[in-house]
Every structure is written in structure tokens, then in C-alpha cells.
């Protein structure tokens, strides 16, 4: 009886060995799976998008380089999720950049214009820096290639707590000139440091601004050629046929030539005074010469 229970113990105690194995691989086996799932999520956006660290504050930007099927639809994707994360569009310059254009005449009335193009947008957008990584992970499922992506993580801990003891200062430097008897001097230091105030305020207005929304700049564009054909008109035939006309033009040559000698006649009434002093120094010059001809010369 004895013997029984002592093997019956054994096996009891075997038994529960081999089960606390296997739910301890379990466990394990649960463990790593879990684990390489949150690295999957991880890995699609970059841990600097969603760090946080205790005490620590930083002003996070991203600037996201790819290549997508269509521009037009991707903006408009991007542009509709920022705004359902809570964010907003601050620029975006969607255009399309012509790589070549020729004109092909079809015939004496008609051309085709064969534009060969490639549609790109620079976007600019603010969003909530707890939705960082979530815009991230929208845009990425957009690309066709990914050429670059930037995130940073500015830390901005010690420029808060020296804003913070500036603030101080200037506060308390307001209050000793305030004790100051009012002079000329005491209205130039308090003018001053009321300017100096005001830019510590618009500092801190901006980091705060930053630390709250995020800024990310996309650029995205096409990777092929797009082809626009436009019905356009035969301009070279519209030219030859307009060019030239001799019989039009020699009546405006005979005009022109008409306008011309009004012009001449128009001029010589204008300087008719110089044309007269000019017909009076001739004809003394002609008088002049004529008596020296008429005086006869002595001979010995």
C-alpha cells in the first residue's frame, strides 16, 4: 500500500512537470509572438514619431520623399486624413511639370499638341503630435517607392525651463523699475522691457504651438510620363495663307510713300526760318563772289 502511493505520488508529481513544461513553452511561444507583432507595428512607423519620455518635451517634424500612383488622388487622401486627425493643410502645390511639347498638323485646319508631363505636389500640414505616427502610417500605405522619409525629435526640455526663468527675470526687472521715480530714463527701460516681454511671450506662444502639432512636409510625384493630346489649330497653314498679300501691300506702300512727302513738306515749313537765313547768306555769297570777278586786276 505503502509502495502504491509513493508510486502514485511520483507520477503525480512527473505529471505536473511535463504540464508546468508545456505551459511554460506556451507562455513563451505567446510571448515572442506578441512581441514580433508589436515590432511589425512598430516597424511601420519610426519610434521617433510616438516617443515619449518622462520630463522630457520635444518638437517633432517629419519630411516624407515618394513616389505614388496618382498625385491628384493621394492629395486629396492626405490632405482629407490630416484634417480627420484633428490637423490642417498650411501648403500645397500640386502641378504639372512639362517634360516636352510638340505640335503635329492633321490637317490644313487642324494640329494635335502631344504634351508629355509628370504631376508632382509639395504639401506642407500640421498635425497633432499624438497623431504624428498615425499620419505617418496613412501616407506610407500611398506610396508606390518611398525615397526618403526624415523624422526628428527635437528636444526642447532646457529652452522651456530657461523661457521659463526668463519670464522671471523679466518680470522681476518690470517691478524694480517700476519702484524707479519716473524720469525719461524709467520710461525707455520700461518701454524696453515691456518689447523684450512681449517677444519672450511670442517665443513661448510658438514652442507651445510646436509642441502641440507637428509639422510634416510631403512631396510626392508620378514615377511615369503622362500624355496629353489637345485638339488645337493649324497655326503654321493659318500663317502661310495670311503671310503675305502684294497687292495689299503695295497700296500700303503707296499710302506710307504719300505720308512720307507730307512729312518732308511738313518738316520744311517747320524750319522755314533756317531756310531763309540760308537763301540770304547764299545770295550774298553769290553777290560777293560775282564783284570780285567784275574788278579788274592792274597789270605793270
Known amino acids: 500500500m505503502k509502495t502504491t502511493y509513493i508510486r502514485l505520488s511520483i507520477a503525480t508529481a512527473l505529471l505536473a512537470g511535463i504540464y508546468s513544461c508545456k505551459k511554460g513553452e506556451a507562455t513563451t511561444s505567446d510571448y515572442q509572438t506578441t512581441e514580433y507583432s508589436n515590432e511589425i507595428s512598430a516597424d511601420s512607423i519610426s519610434s521617433v514619431a510616438t516617443m515619449s519620455v518622462k520630463d522630457k518635451q520635444f518638437v517633432k517634424t517629419a519630411n516624407v520623399n515618394m513616389e505614388v500612383k496618382d498625385v491628384y488622388d493621394a492629395t486629396i487622401s492626405i490632405e482629407k486624413s490630416v484634417q480627420e486627425l484633428g490637423g490642417f493643410v498650411t501648403h500645397s502645390n500640386l502641378q504639372s511639370r512639362v517634360i516636352s511639347e510638340d505640335t503635329y498638323n492633321t490637317s490644313n485646319e487642324e494640329a494635335m ?66 519702484e524707479l521715480k519716473t524720469t525719461k530714463d524709467k520710461v525707455k527701460m520700461s518701454d524696453e522691457n515691456m518689447s523684450e516681454e512681449n517677444l519672450q511671450q511670442l517665443a513661448n506662444l510658438d514652442v507651445t504651438d510646436n509642441l502641440k502639432y507637428s509639422t510634416v512636409d510631403i ?63 547764299f545770295y550774298f555769297y553769290r553777290k560777293n563772289k560775282s564783284t570780285k570777278k567784275s574788278i579788274p586786276v592792274d597789270r605793270e
Not at 235 to 256: G, L, P, R, T
Open 113 to 178: 499638341l502631344v504634351k508629355k508631363y509628370q504631376t508632382e505636389n509639395t504639401l506642407e500640414v500640421r498635425v497633432p503630435t499624438s497623431k504624428l505616427g498615425e499620419l505617418l502610417t496613412l501616407i506610407n500605405d500611398k506610396k508606390l517607392f518611398l525615397n526618403s522619409r526624415i523624422i526628428n525629435a527635437e528636444d526642447v526640455t532646457s529652452s522651456i525651463k530657461y523661457a521659463e526663468m526668463e519670464g522671471k527675470r523679466i518680470k522681476k526687472t518690470s517691478e524694480n523699475i517700476s
Open 219 to 281: 512631396y510626392i510625384k508620378e514615377p511615369k510620363l503622362r500624355i496629353a493630346e489637345i485638339a488645337v489649330t493649324n497655326s503654321e497653314n493659318i500663317d502661310n495663307k495670311y503671310k503675305f498679300d502684294f497687292f495689299y501691300s503695295a497700296k500700303n506702300a503707296f499710302v506710307e510713300g504719300y505720308y512720307l512727302i507730307q512729312r518732308i513738306l511738313i518738316g520744311l515749313v517747320t524750319i522755314w526760318p533756317i531756310l531763309i537765313i540760308a537763301a540770304i547768306a
